[in-house]
């Protein structure tokens, strides 16, 4: 069973701070997804990674896919009270056997950012 | 509109009672998927579907059955409901794995 460790899993900062969220694995993956969960809505993608050292931005989201394909971060430069919500790394892999077909998804980080 | 729709969108009922949660998308998917998700545990994959009349089983298959008679639906049944599937659920359908996975609203079961 391929596994997803995202950390951490709980994230408290004040308006306008950076932070990191991480997402490991002792798995290569094809392919990780970063997703955005809000309260009463499923997720919603972000950004798909495939290539390793692959570095995506999305405005002040930076997302980096390790060279060797088992790990993620996302990096929020001045976070704001919008970006507070669940983060969900996913991992997809094309390795055939048992995995192929199954997406794996990391725990979660809940974020809050305070005004 | 593009969708996936989930019905019921709450349940409860009482253990042992045979219940179906249905999912439907109307984007011309290959993949769709079930998944379950509890506090700190994040998203946990039940079953999936590569195409019609192919399922495979997730990470947590037991106690949950599907089927994938049409492209557009993939209803999740639990035979036997049990308090420890009390749980939000969310189906999801996208083109392939590799694509972006497009989520119902969910469904929050409680068993009692």
């Known amino acids: 069973t391929q596994l997803l460790e995202q950390s951490p899993q709980f994230l408290s900062i004040q308006e306008g701070e950076n932070l990191t969220v991480y997402c490991n694995s002792s798995?290569?993956?094809?392919?990780l997804q970063w997703y955005r969960q809000e309260p009463g809505e499923g997720p919603v993608l972000l950004v798909t990674?495939?290539?390793?050292?692959e570095v995506k931005k999305l405005k002040r989201l930076t997302f980096q896919f390790g060279d060797a394909r088992k790990d993620s971060s996302l990096h929020i430069t001045a976070a704001q009270p919008g970006d507070t919500g669940l983060y969900l790394c996913?991992?997809?892999?094309?390795?055939?056997?048992?995995?192929?077909?199954?997406?794996?998804f990391g725990q979660g980080t809940i974020l809050t950012v305070h005004p | 509109e593009a969708q996936v729709t989930q019905n019921p969108r709450y349940l409860i009922t009482v253990t042992g009672k045979k219940l179906t949660v249905t999912c439907s998308q109307n984007m011309n998917h290959e993949y769709m998927s079930w998944y379950r998700q509890d506090p700190g545990l994040g998203l946990r994959q039940i079953y999936y579907s590569m195409n019609v009349e192919v399922t495979d089983k997730g990470d947590v298959p037991e106690g949950y059955k599907v089927s994938r008679k049409e492209k557009r639906n993939f209803p999740l049944i639990l035979e036997s409901p049990s308090p420890n599937q009390t749980s939000l659920y969310f189906c999801a359908s996208s083109p392939g794995i590799f694509y972006e996975q497009y989520f119902g609203p969910g469904t929050r079961l409680t068993v009692t």
């Open positions: 996913a991992g997809a892999s094309n390795a055939g056997g048992t995995s192929y077909g199954k997406l794996t």
């Open positions: 990674v495939v290539t390793g050292g």
């Open positions: 798995s290569v993956f094809s392919s």
